[in-house]
């Protein structure tokens, strides 16, 4: 009688004991963001290497911040359609319908080539010091008449088709490091390009703070890794073999530059 107490109340504590263990367990929790990654090149990771077949000339890169918070986070759906050489027009008209209302997060970064990003470093590197100087300065003239009302237009149609979405607008890191020693464009020249895409990075956190957008500013991320830096480099310099990814993030720049930047923001 006594043994079958006792083995009553061991059973019983032994279920007791695995419900607990049971509850408080935690239970996994479903991936529940439904993530679409808009944009341009710095976007679509050109420079990063590893680029899916199906991208074709957009360069999507598995090394792109999106594809790495695809694959640390494990959101419920993910599609990138972002594309090398994409403008404000281009994502309007060619990326926007990847969005839907069951969208419930969004990453964007576009306006550089709005702004002519290619044509100016191009200018820079050919033609010396005054004309890179102007060039820049007719892009700061174009980004700050152009650019507020573009980059509305493509938030304006981000938020129309996503209206429950997280929007995260992305910006761009600042090339070169200053005040060091440094082969190529001259420190005015520098100093200039350095101005120009702080403009354009301003522009476009303003125009996402308007559109009640987060903007994840990636700037302060590079500091010590930019060209022209004593630290690794997560820009790649003007490539004469590989033009395309002249100034663009390299692997590094995009899981040690902008993946933690957006995925402080994206949640």
């Keep these: 009688m006594r043994k079958s107490r006792l083995a009553t109340l061991a059973l019983s504590l032994a279920t007791a004991l695995g419900t607990t263990l049971t509850l408080a ?23 990063a290497g590893s680029y899916t077949a199906e991208s074709g000339s957009c360069q999507r890169s598995a090394n792109a911040y999106p594809a790495l918070y695809n694959t640390n986070v ?9 594309c090398s050489g994409a403008t404000t027009t281009s994502v309007v008209n060619t990326q926007l319908s990847a969005l839907s209302a069951t969208t419930t997060l969004v990453s964007v970064s576009v306006g550089g080539n709005d702004v002519g990003f290619a044509n100016i ?12 100087v102007n060039a820049v300065q007719t892009a700061e003239n174009k980004a700050r008449a152009d650019l507020p009302a573009l980059l509305a237009t493509v938030y304006n149609g981000i938020r129309t088709r996503a209206p429950s979405a997280r929007v ?28 120009g895409i702080n403009l354009v990075d301003d522009i476009i956190r303003s125009a996402a703070l308007a559109a009640g957008f987060t903007f994840a500013d990636v700037r302060s991320q590079f500091v010590g890794h930019q060209l022209c830096s ?5 820009l790649h310099a003007l490539n004469i073999t590989n033009i395309g990814v002249s100034y663009h993030p390299t692997a590094a720049g995009q899981s040690s530059g902008y993946y933690p930047v957006f995925r402080s923001v994206a949640g």
């Design 25 to 47: 367990a935690p239970a996994e929790a479903a991936p529940a963001d439904h993530y679409v990654a808009l944009g341009d090149s710095y976007s679509s990771g050109v420079g």
């Design 74 to 82: 494990r959101p419920a759906s993910y599609r990138s359609v972002a």
């Design 121 to 132: 470093m191009t200018t820079c590197v050919l033609y010396g010091t005054t004309e890179c």
């Design 168 to 195: 995260v607008v992305v910006g761009y890191p600042v090339f070169y490091q200053l005040g060091t020693t440094c082969l190529g464009l001259s420190a005015t020249s520098r100093a200039k390009i350095n101005e």
């Design 230 to 234: 004593y630290g690794e480099k997560w």
